[in-house]
């Protein structure tokens, strides 16, 4: 038997596709570590069985209904007469660099489908999706995938790993076998969501494969257990209504899907993703994230310029780069009920103006910023009383509110001209470098009358374009401005987002332990260079134990660091300690934001942290989730942290105390601490002298 093949290849793996020519469907060969040689096709033992078709045995690449695929498919349609079914034939081929595009066409039906491959220089990643263009007749597209991945299992089960949570409580590393059945997590709250993110790992040994879908709306993944030794994880967007009506000669995109690989587990799939995504950070990766101080813990909706100023001032002399004003800047804002909308600073705030509060924020050496929740409106605006229109609604039915507002109709142009319009007005008018865009409430009523019926509008997708093309906007427009991504705390946080933004916002919850957790599972899918992380006076949510100041400023130097506590009553002793994390944050940024981050441990352990590695210097962030009563340790549980990835025949030296470690010590033994109840925090710096031998 002969086939057709083409193979890509990312910076350490390929990833081969072959089409056979019985069948018209292309067939996943090999995903993995360069070198290593084709098995046996699939297609060929699937044959001896009536109750197995090639469709459905074969590891197929995409697979339409129609086609008897038993197990599935990744792309339903039907034509006006309401037939549903694909039965397509292979069109053509198109290869560039890096690139493969695959056609299919269903004369019958008027379909011409095409799978697309693009691989990431730089990176093992590969990024996948697909383009449906409707003939003469519209089509009615029930579901849509942009790939799906066939990942094979050797064992009895796969290990997924996922992150799942609830508000406050996001990115929890979540992990299960599957041995058979369906495993499925999405969203239909018209953003990824605080339950669960985008993006799932499959491990068959050491080997881990990743999955992340670049769509900020309703979205799935789902992953199944095959016959036959295999997971069939299927990715895609999910459309408001449940379908898309395709019109004659318009073609359906559909997001990319990121497919990532690593034979180092789910620690090296983190690196395949924190590359990938300070790729995606481009040019903009090269500003240092500069340390950020937040009001809103100190403050909350009572922003007037004197108390303002006087946060700035302990700001500035603990060594803060940036001030931003949050939430109750604006005219009406007084608590959460009013003022969205209306974006305009509260002359009763600022009463010797906004733009001298902002001059005498930046006197203090510091930027300024503001926070903004663009799609949001509040029934008792301005903007509502003259733009009703402009949110979503059924006609007839009543609307609810959720945190007292409503969403704006970002998929409406009008809509997007007025966010662009006052964004640019905002950040022209007065001297703004730092933008914080927050989204509190997710799409109820999702309707816009006048428009037609529902089942024909894509409400979903439309919302999402509004939103890129104000982010985009921004990011011509005003490319010196920062921007940070928000939805509630971690519930918009993928990589179209991430693409367009600067940092993003994990977690309201800034508890120290809780806030470990977060980031840990964070971590697993995202950059540290996006991850902004506040010191504050929170106490615990889920896990009350209390963490010294060390523990709450080394926790939010693992990434952007930022502080949110009133400093106000802070002793001159807790100040000059936050002054003395501060001035050593800036020293490791650029390693922590650069470099190679390895996860030590868990928050599960007794000691975990992170590791940067970057040139001759390794940052480690070590902390201790014990006892702070000066109990010692559990009797066997190590107080150390083995590092990993460092020269074995190196020696490493401690900047602070000048002690010097053998690279097989610190790879075998450990870097020891000494907790107690004083000490449960610390960052240690290690320098490498390549002309010395370990021991």
């Known amino acids: 038997m002969t086939y057709r093949r083409w193979t890509l290849r990312t910076e350490h793996t390929s990833y081969t596709v072959r089409l056979s020519p019985d069948g018209p469907w292309a067939e996943l060969d090999a995903w993995g570590p360069l070198g290593v040689e084709d098995g046996p096709s699939a297609l060929d033992w699937s044959h001896r069985t009536h109750f197995i078709t090639p469709a459905d045995a074969a590891p197929a690449e995409y697979l339409p209904y129609g086609l008897r695929p038993f197990t599935g498919a990744d792309l339903v349609a039907a034509g006006p007469d309401g037939e549903r079914g694909v039965w397509w034939e292979f069109d053509d081929a198109e290869e560039g660099p890096?690139?493969?595009?695959?056609?299919?066409?269903?004369?019958?039906?008027?379909?011409?489908?095409?799978?697309?491959?693009?691989t990431v220089p730089g990176t093992d990643v590969m990024l996948r999706w697909t383009e449906h263009t409707a003939g003469e007749r519209e089509l009615r597209l029930e579901r849509f995938d942009s790939a799906a991945v066939t990942i094979p299992v050797t064992g009895t089960a796969a290990r997924l790993t996922?992150?799942?949570?609830q508000w406050s409580q996001e990115?929890?590393?979540t992990q299960l076998?599957?041995?058979?059945?369906?495993?499925?997590?999405?969203?239909?709250?018209?953003?990824?969501?605080?339950?669960y993110a985008p993006w799932l790992a499959v491990?068959?040994?050491?080997?881990?494969y990743g999955v992340a879908l670049e769509w900020p709306g309703n979205w799935h993944i789902t992953a199944e257990a095959e016959p036959g030794g295999s997971v069939r994880v299927r990715v895609g967007r999910v459309p408001h209504e449940g379908a898309v009506l395709l019109a004659p000669g318009d073609t359906l995109v559909t997001p990319r899907l990121a497919c990532a690989f690593s034979p180092d587990g789910l620690d090296g799939l983190s690196r395949v993703w924190h590359r990938y995504e300070r790729r995606l950070t481009g040019d903009r990766l090269d500003r240092p994230r500069k340390v950020l101080y937040n009001s809103w813990e100190a403050t909350g909706f009572d922003v007037e310029a004197a108390g303002q100023l006087e946060l700035a001032k302990v700001a500035a002399d603990i060594g803060a780069e940036l001030f931003v004003v949050d939430d109750g800047w604006f005219t009406g804002r007084h608590d959460d009920t009013g003022g969205l909308g209306d974006w305009y600073p509260d002359p009763a705030a600022?009463?010797?103006?906004?733009?001298?509060?902002?001059?005498?924020v930046r006197a203090l050496g510091l930027d300024f910023g503001l926070w903004v929740e663009p799609e949001a409106v509040s029934p008792g605006s301005r903007l509502y009383a003259e733009h009703p229109e402009w949110t979503y609604r059924i006609e007839g039915r009543p609307t609810r509110l959720v945190r007292n507002q409503l969403l704006l109709d970002l998929g409406r142009s009008d809509v997007q001209d007025f966010v662009i319009g006052t964004l640019d007005r905002l950040l022209g008018a007065h001297d703004i470098s730092y933008l914080k865009w927050d989204m509190n409430r997710p799409p109820t009523e999702r309707g816009r009358p006048g428009a037609g019926p529902a089942d024909r509008l894509d409400l979903d997708a439309e919302h999402v374009?509004?939103?890129?093309?104000?982010?985009?906007?921004?990011?011509?427009?005003?490319p010196g401005v920062t921007v940070e991504g928000c939805a509630g705390g971690g519930g918009r946080i993928e990589h179209a987002t991430i693409a367009r933004t600067d940092v993003v916002w994990p977690s309201d919850n800034t508890a120290p332990l809780d806030r470990l957790a977060v980031q840990h599972g964070f971590l697993h899918a995202h950059a540290p260079h996006v991850m902004s992380s506040w010191v504050t006076d929170a106490p615990g949510i889920f896990d009350p134990r209390p963490r010294s100041l060390a523990f709450r400023f080394v926790n939010a130097m693992c990434g952007v660091l930022g502080i949110g506590a009133d400093l106000r009553a802070w002793t001159p002793e807790q100040r000059a300690e936050a002054a003395r994390w501060i001035a050593r944050y800036k020293e490791v940024r650029d390693v922590i934001h650069h470099g190679e981050a390895r996860l030590l441990g868990s928050p599960e352990e007794p000691t975990c942290g992170v590791q940067y590695d970057a040139g001759d210097r390794t940052v480690v962030a070590a902390l201790s989730t014990g006892r702070l009563d000066g109990a010692p340790l559990l009797p066997g549980r190590p107080d150390r942290l083995r590092l990993r990835g460092l020269d074995p025949a190196a020696r490493y030296r401690d900047t602070a105390t000048g002690m010097t470690y053998g690279g097989a010590h610190l790879l075998h033994y450990?870097?020891?601490?000494?907790?107690?109840?004083?000490?449960?925090?610390?960052l240690v710096v290690l320098t490498r002298d390549p002309h010395r031998a370990g021991t």
Not at 177 to 195: C, E, K, V
Not at 350 to 360: E, I, L, R, S, Y
Not at 470 to 478: F, I, S
């Open 98 to 118: 890096g690139s493969l595009r695959l056609a299919f066409t269903d004369e019958q039906l008027g379909l011409r489908t095409v799978l697309c491959y693009e």
């Open 162 to 165: 996922y992150l799942s949570g």
């Open 171 to 173: 990115f929890q590393r």
């Open 177 to 195: 076998d599957l041995p058979r059945g369906t495993f499925s997590i999405g969203s239909r709250q018209g953003a990824p969501g605080h339950a």
């Open 203 to 208: 491990q068959d040994g050491e080997a881990a």
């Open 350 to 360: 600022f009463p010797d103006g906004f733009d001298q509060f902002v001059t005498d």
């Open 465 to 478: 374009a509004g939103y890129l093309r104000v982010l985009d906007h921004l990011r011509t427009a005003h």
């Open 670 to 682: 450990g870097l020891p601490f000494a907790w107690s109840a004083e000490y449960d925090a610390d």
